[in-house]
């Protein structure tokens, strides 16, 4: 059987028409990491996607850049939308992107939901920052500007205070259980007054211990305050919604943490000021009133009062006096009129005028028949009593 030798152009060119018949790679979906990015001055994109074995060329047009919510740069994870398809000059196949996402957004969004509903971020346990902290636990990287920012940020506001540096991995793989092992290990030895968890800014990846669940809960489970300063200011990860307070950098969290002890030397100073001016207006406010009250009356002729209680006495006891004579003068003149008209009814006045009254068994006789002959009776004279027989 005998070749026949085709050209390079005409193989790469069956090999893209092959590609292109094939539906899958027309319509793909694929997530990597991008590395060797390059923004062309046309407006292209040109990258390379990689996973832990393998790479694929990418070209994003400017025609589809518009649409991008985000900056791509190297070492970010994304997920891309293109064709698959052969570039003939080179004879490479490469993926012609349509559109690109960050990758992770939507078991981010999964979990911010599940950690709301069970009310992780509800304002109700927030925790008050101490306005004086002693000591403030700082849980970031070792080395880098962070941990130096927030050193120089707190020392010059205030001298005293004392800043207790717990190092941890603020990225990669296992860095989220290290910093949640680090804020218990902060709240079981009470090594801080107020906990600042930070790092610089980064990619959505560089930043995703922060938003694993496994912090957050710690967070939440802390009973020491904590600060979270995590990236840039318009960076957001799920440990600023459980955080107590969030910082839109490091410097903001030293800021927000420690009290500026010149500004406080200046507030004492003016409420001082204040104070003495508010002193000084309330003694000359009392001192008008204690003129006002020495000044009255009472002050100066103080027994005038009592003078004048004494008079009103001394009417009353006239007034009683006199109620009582006028009431005893009349009682009596009741009793002697009652006397009088009581001796004009006495059987015994009778008795003065020669009368007598005759009884039997201590009763008056009344009539001539209440007797009989020889009853025994008594007689009731002005000036004693006989006994007498009727006959």
């Given amino acids: 059987m005998k070749y026949e030798a085709i050209s390079v152009s005409e193989l790469n060119q069956y090999i893209k028409e092959k590609i292109a018949n094939d539906e899958m790679l027309n319509n793909v979906l694929i997530k990597g990491e991008i590395s060797n990015f390059k923004n062309h001055y046309t407006g292209h994109l040109y990258f390379t ?7 694929i060329k990418c070209i994003m047009f400017k025609t589809y850049t518009s649409n991008l919510k985000f900056k791509p740069r190297d070492g970010m994870k994304v997920m891309v939308f293109g064709t698959v398809s052969v ?7 490469q993926i012609y992107c349509k559109a690109m996402q960050e990758d992770g957004m939507g078991s981010l969004y999964t979990a911010y939901e599940e950690l709301e509903k069970e009310g992780l971020f509800d304002i109700q346990y927030k925790k008050k920052i101490p306005y004086m902290p002693k000591v403030v636990g700082v849980l970031t990287s070792q080395t880098g500007s962070v941990i130096r920012d927030i050193i120089n940020v707190s020392t010059r506001r205030n001298p005293n205070v004392y800043i207790r540096l717990l190092p941890v991995p603020v990225q990669g793989e296992g860095a989220g259980i290290k910093i949640a092992e680090a804020i218990q290990t902060m709240n079981e030895q009470n090594l801080a007054d107020v906990i600042i968890l930070a790092r610089g800014g980064g990619s959505l990846e560089d930043l995703w211990p922060f938003n694993e669940e496994v912090v957050a809960r710690a967070i939440f489970a802390s009973k020491l305050p904590v600060i979270s300063a995590v990236g840039h200011e318009t960076d957001f990860t799920i440990a600023d ?3 107590d307070l969030r910082a839109p950098t490091p410097s903001a969290a030293a800021e927000l943490a420690v009290a500026d ?9 003016n409420y001082q000021n204040r104070f003495k001016i508010s002193l ?6 009392m001192r008008l009133k204690y003129e006002k009250c020495i000044s009255t009356r009472a002050f100066k002729e103080p027994l005038q009062k009592i003078n004048e209680h004494y ?5 009353l006891l006239k007034t009683i006096e006199h109620g009582i004579s006028t009431q005893l003068n009349e009682g009596k003149n009741r009793a002697a009129q009652a006397i009088a008209k009581l001796d004009a009814l006495s059987p015994l006045k009778t008795l003065t005028r020669g009368y007598c009254i005759a009884q039997m068994d201590n009763k008056a006789i009344k009539s001539a028949e209440a007797v009989k002959a020889g009853d025994e009776i008594q007689l009731k004279f002005v000036d004693g009593n006989r006994n007498a027989k009727i006959v």
């Avoid at 002890?261 to 100073?269: D, R, S």
């Avoid at 000084?280 to 406010?285: A, H, I």
């Fill in 87 to 93: 570039f003939e000059r080179d004879g490479v196949y």
């Fill in 241 to 243: 919604f459980v955080a």
């Fill in 311 to 315: 008079v009103q006495i001394d009417m």
């Fill in 49 to 55: 996607l990689k996973d832990d074995h393998s790479l």
């Fill in 280 to 285: 000084k207006k309330k003694v000359e406010f």
């Fill in 261 to 269: 002890v010149v500004e406080l030397e200046h507030k004492l100073t």
